[in-house]
């Protein structure tokens, strides 16, 4: 692929930008190499296409290419970004590319940007309200208008993460808060007072619940998988009778794990239903909205969100689909003084007058010092306002509903699940030759697997896969900003080509 290069970081004439005997950079330095490596972004932004999606590097390859031991002087910045350009960005994976289909598909956008660097230049560590008040209150009131704009009851407070693996942490510790079983203060070990704790979650469920389990101590012995239907949702009569079985039992069933828009396929787990059951049985309910949640943005896909007004706890992802750069997660309970009761602890060197009044955002998680993260989702959520982010999601939606039809209408291609959001799961189909079906079926696998390498070979898309009901499911998830139908029609015409040429190898 041609990279053609907008503004590189290779100047001619002498290195600059050595450090000074002491202290750090001259300002005049810093606004030279800062407003280079602006332009170096800019470029970025506008050319993504010149770099290939998925980094085409071996394991080890950058590593071999760099010293092995540090520098003992310092090195002119000049030089630095130059590398930075040369051996650095061959071995990035672009995540801000809109032909990244993987996984998620998420967005640094601008604005975004600009926030993550007057934020680093800041460097708050907002632990207590005083180390940096603008993070504490920015933060109430980002995610106030973030609950806005999802439709949730306002007795919903918000606290920010770095990802929804540790919001998730977090929530399910505060499930076992409200037990109050004093594991805070005794723990779990060596109790012999301590029945089983079960938490459910369906078998479609992210594997940060079961995370969260291991490093909770509760172990991966207290999750209950609950059966999924035909279209990847949690059954919710299957739910009850793995209750009913675990109090026959003796164990002492806690949590509920909903999901919104399952890792997979994106599925919605039937919330209402759920929160029945939670309620009825007395089990705190964590909605998983990580991807999915983003979309209640949009006015007339606010539905989506139907019954998690009656959660315990729901977290939702900026960083995934509400073009936030990474990270940031914000978790919602209507309970958040139970999670304040799991995790405040202050010694006395962070005591301050003013503790009783105000938050301090260290008493809601195992973290101390916390980054200013509100900063970039107060810009973006003001740079974009509602309309404009609720048209720039509605838009991927209609770009996976397009895919999915060119999919549905073509003859050897099949998809395998419905599309909800902005994620199409399908495979190609063609007539396979085999003895039997599991020979067939592998064959197909197969044939899938070397079609999606094809195509993440050429470096123009990168696609990620998952298996449904055993099978591989090819997955093409829209959610990078500036990813129009071209992006989309161009990974089409891939996957056609690219079939055609795996089709006759083995
Ligand atoms: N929950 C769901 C449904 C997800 O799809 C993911 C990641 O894709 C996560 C949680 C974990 O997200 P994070 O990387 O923020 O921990």
């Known amino acids: 692929m041609s990279q053609p290069k907008d503004r590189p970081f290779d100047r001619a004439g002498a290195p600059g930008g050595f450090a000074p005997e002491a202290g750090d950079m001259s300002a005049e330095d810093f606004r030279r190499f ?8 800019a470029d970025y932004f506008s050319h993504p296409e010149r770099f290939p999606v998925l980094a085409q590097v071996e394991p080890g390859g950058l590593r071999s290419q760099l010293p092995q031991s540090p520098p003992e002087r ?3 910045m000049s030089e630095i970004l130059e590398d930075f350009e040369r051996l650095v960005v061959p071995a990035v994976t672009h995540w801000n590319h809109p032909s990244f289909f993987a996984y998620f598909a998420t967005t640094a956008s601008a604005p975004g940007v600009l926030g993550e660097m007057l934020a680093a230049a800041f460097d708050a560590k907002a632990m207590l309200w005083r180390t940096s008040p603008a993070s504490t209150e920015l933060e109430e009131v980002a995610l106030d208008w973030l609950r806005q704009l999802m439709g949730l009851p306002e007795e919903f407070g918000g606290i920010i993460y770095d990802t929804a693996s540790v919001a998730t942490m977090h929530a399910v510790a505060a499930a076992r808060e409200a037990l109050n079983l004093r594991v805070r203060e ?3 070990s060596g109790r012999a007072d301590l029945p089983l704790l079960r938490l459910y979650a369906s078998e479609q469920s992210h594997s940060s619940v079961e995370k969260s389990l291991i490093a909770l101590g509760l172990g991966q ?12 949702r949690m059954d919710a009569e299957a739910l009850k009778s793995l209750i009913e079985k675990d109090r026959a039992g003796g164990a002492l069933p806690f949590c509920v794990v909903a999901t919104v828009g399952t890792t997979s396929t994106t599925s ?3 919330v209402p239903a759920i929160a029945d059951v939670c309620e009825r049985e007395n089990l705190w309910l964590h909605v998983d909205a ?3 949640g983003s979309a209640a943005v949009v006015p007339e896909m606010r539905h989506i969100l139907a019954g998690c007004e009656r959660a315990d706890s729901l977290v939702t992802n900026p960083h995934k689909w509400l073009f936030t750069p990474f990270d940031l997660s914000a978790l919602y309970s209507r309970r958040l003084e139970v999670l304040r009761r799991a995790f405040t602890l202050t010694p006395e060197y962070l005591r301050t007058p003013e503790q009783e009044t105000v938050r301090n955002g260290s008493d809601y998680g195992v973290q101390l010092g916390r980054r200013f993260r509100a900063l970039k989702l107060w810009m973006i959520l003001r740079y974009f306002g509602h309309e404009g982010l609720a048209a720039r999601i509605r838009e991927h939606c209609r770009l996976a509903r397009d895919f999915a039809a060119w999919v549905e209408a073509a003859n050897g291609w099949e998809l395998l699940a419905p599309v909800p959001f902005s994620v199409v799961c399908f495979r190609a189909r063609p007539a396979v030759e085999g003895e ?3 020979e067939r079926a592998a064959r197909l696998d197969a044939l899938n697997e070397r079609l ?4 993440n070979a050429t470096g123009e898309a990168f696609l990620s896969h998952t298996k449904l009901g055993g099978v591989f499911t090819l997955r093409l998830a829209v959610g990078n900003i500036r990813t129009d139908e071209t992006h989309v029609r161009r990974a089409w015409e891939l996957l056609n080509e690219k079939l055609t040429e795996v089709s006759g190898r083995r």
């Open 290 to 292: 990580a991807y999915a």
């Open 221 to 232: 012995r207290s999750l209950c998988k609950v059966p999924a239907d035909s279209e990847f």
């Open 34 to 41: 800062g407003h280079e490596v602006v332009d170096w972004i």
């Open 186 to 188: 005794e723990g779990m």
């Open 74 to 76: 310092g090195e002119p």
């Open 436 to 438: 039997n079906d599991e």
């Open 452 to 455: 999606m390498s094809a195509v």
């Open 268 to 270: 919605i787990d039937p």
